[in-house]
Every structure is written in C-alpha cells, then in structure tokens.
C-alpha cells in the first residue's frame, strides 16, 4: 500500500516538473514603450539555458532584453510613441558547452566566433498610426572588442547590440 502511494507520489512529482518546463508558444513581453512578441522561440537559434529550467531561462532573458531596450527606447522615443517588435530568431553570444560531470551544469562560452544575432520586424507608433517600421537581422561581429564600461550583466552582447540600433536607425529617423 505504501508502496502504490509513493509510486503516485514521484508519478505526480515528475509530472509537475514537466509542466513547470513548458514554455509559451510565442512569449509577450512588456515594458514601457516598448512591446516584443517571440515568434516560436524553440526554432531561435540559441537560447539555451546553461544551469537553468529552459523555460524559466527564456522568459528571464526575454524579460531582460526588453527592459534594457526600454531603457535606451525611452530616451529616443518621442511622447505617445511606442516601439512594437517581433522577434523571429535570437542567437545569444557564445554557445552552450557541456562539462563532462566537472559540474552539475553547463557553461556559455562566450568567444568572437559566436556574436550575438537577433532577427526581427518592427513599428513605431504614436497614437496609433504607424510613423515607421521595418525588418532587422542584426549581428555585431565585433561584440567582444568594444569600448566601453565592464559590465557582468546577463544579454550585455544582445543589449548593446539592440541599444546601438536604436540610436543608429530609429533615433535618426524620428
């Protein structure tokens, strides 16, 4: 009898982890002035979660990028304007490596060969009406020799990647 319970018990166990993993199907976030829809992020190239639960890692990384580009959108954007994207594919800098039992996780090794990429729509609107829009398949090829402060933030590569967008492309244009 005990035995019927604790089968159940791990049976349920189980099952709850598997369902704490599964990821929205096209992720929203929000912040600000900004607006981003992850169009099939299983397809994107490489958001892989190093120590992580997949899903948790995604929406936090997404979550991430969002905020900082709103910190640099609402610097640019005039009042009543809005930045709306859709992210069709996000390749983080670096790449996922195992370690062979050296640790219970992997690690992200972050090399030039691997620079951040990030392929996506977008619109600026202001009261509704669209004053510009486009697509972007951004890459910096040059991610790991930038001047600049150190920063030991998680998405730095992807969001002064999103950050010198705003300021090259949308800011001139508005």
Same mark, same amino acid.
Do not use: C
């Given at each position: 009898?005990?035995?019927?319970?604790?089968?159940?018990?791990?049976?349920?166990?189980?099952?709850?982890?598997?369902?704490?993993?599964?990821?929205?199907?096209?992720?929203?976030?929000?912040?600000?002035?900004?607006?981003?829809?992850?169009?099939?992020?299983?397809?994107f190239?490489?958001?892989?979660?190093?120590?992580?639960?997949?899903?948790?890692?995604?929406?936090?990384?997404?979550?991430?990028?969002?905020?900082?580009?709103?910190?640099?959108?609402?610097?640019?954007?005039?009042?009543?304007?809005?930045?709306?994207? @859709?992210?069709?594919?996000?390749?983080? &800098? !670096? $790449?996922?490596?195992? =370690?062979?039992?050296?640790?219970?996780?992997? /690690?992200r090794?972050?090399k030039?060969?691997?620079?951040?990429?990030?392929?996506?729509?977008?619109?600026?609107? @202001?009261d509704?009406?669209?004053?510009? &829009? !486009? $697509?972007e398949?951004? =890459?910096?090829?040059?991610?790991?020799?930038? /001047?600049?402060r150190?920063?030991?933030?998680?998405?730095?590569?992807?969001?002064?990647?999103?950050?010198?967008?705003?300021?090259?492309?949308?800011?001139?244009?508005?």
């Amino acid at each position: 009898m005990k035995l019927t319970y604790l089968l159940l018990a791990g049976a349920m166990a189980s099952g709850a982890v598997v369902a704490a993993d599964e990821a929205v199907e096209n992720p929203v976030t929000e912040k600000g002035v900004v607006k981003i829809e992850w169009k099939d992020p299983k397809s994107f190239r490489d958001v892989k979660a190093a120590s992580d639960i997949q899903s948790r890692y995604e929406m936090r990384t997404f979550e991430t990028l969002t905020k900082n580009l709103n910190k640099e959108a609402s610097k640019i954007l005039k009042p009543n304007q809005k930045l709306e994207m @859709q992210v069709t594919d996000l390749d983080l &800098a !670096g $790449d996922v490596r195992p =370690t062979f039992g050296a640790t219970t996780s992997d /690690i992200r090794v972050i090399k030039d060969i691997y620079p951040p990429r990030i392929t996506f729509t977008y619109t600026v609107t @202001q009261d509704g009406k669209t004053v510009m &829009a !486009g $697509d972007e398949k951004l =890459t910096d090829l040059g991610f790991m020799h930038s /001047i600049g402060r150190v920063n030991e933030k998680p998405t730095r590569y992807e969001s002064k990647l999103l950050a010198d967008w705003m300021k090259k492309t949308v800011a001139p244009q508005l």
